[in-house]
């Protein structure tokens, strides 16, 4: 196989690796993936959060304690996903709830991954 037979992405899929592998070999480290045959990695087991807020139940949320949107968020609960938030340590829970606005009005369908800590009946 030559250069010729390479897509331009799988050129530089390349060349990112190989600069990749050389400034971990200038510090002496390597890539989890490049040990020897026979030496199988360590994967940790999944955590399943330990979650206090239920169906039904309204929580608020700081901007800081849910991601992928802005600004506080008043949300009514529909399910925990306890199902798929196994992934995070423990540490964030999906949730899938409706959108209370600042009038009391339900709005907007949300999934939410919410930092666990933070999850505590709205008062």
Same mark, same amino acid.
């Given at each position: 196989?030559?250069?010729?037979?390479?897509?331009?992405?799988?050129?530089?899929?390349?060349?990112?690796?190989?600069?990749?592998?050389?400034?971990?070999?200038?510090?002496?480290?390597?890539?989890?993936?490049?040990?020897?045959?026979?030496?199988?990695?360590?994967?940790?087991?999944?955590?399943?959060?330990?979650?206090?807020?239920?169906?039904?139940?309204?929580?608020?949320?700081? #901007?800081?304690?849910?991601?992928?949107?802005? @600004? =506080?968020? *008043?949300?009514?609960?529909? $399910? %925990?996903?306890?199902?798929?938030?196994?992934?995070?340590?423990?540490?964030?829970?999906?949730?899938?709830?409706? #959108?209370?606005?600042?009038?009391?009005?339900? @709005? =907007?369908? *949300?999934?939410?991954?919410? $930092? %666990?800590?933070?999850?505590?009946?709205?008062?």
């Amino acid at each position: 196989m030559n250069a010729f037979d390479l897509s331009p992405a799988q050129i530089r899929n390349r060349l990112i690796l190989r600069a990749r592998q050389a400034a971990l070999a200038a510090t002496g480290r390597q890539f989890p993936w490049s040990r020897g045959r026979g030496q199988a990695t360590r994967t940790r087991p999944p955590v399943v959060p330990r979650v206090t807020v239920t169906a039904g139940q309204v929580v608020q949320l700081g #901007e800081t304690d849910y991601r992928y949107a802005t @600004g =506080a968020l *008043r949300l009514r609960i529909l $399910r %925990v996903r306890l199902d798929i938030s196994q992934w995070y340590d423990g540490e964030w829970v999906w949730l899938e709830g409706v #959108e209370i606005g600042p009038d009391g009005k339900p @709005g =907007a369908f *949300r999934p939410v991954l919410a $930092r %666990v800590a933070a999850l505590r009946p709205a008062t």
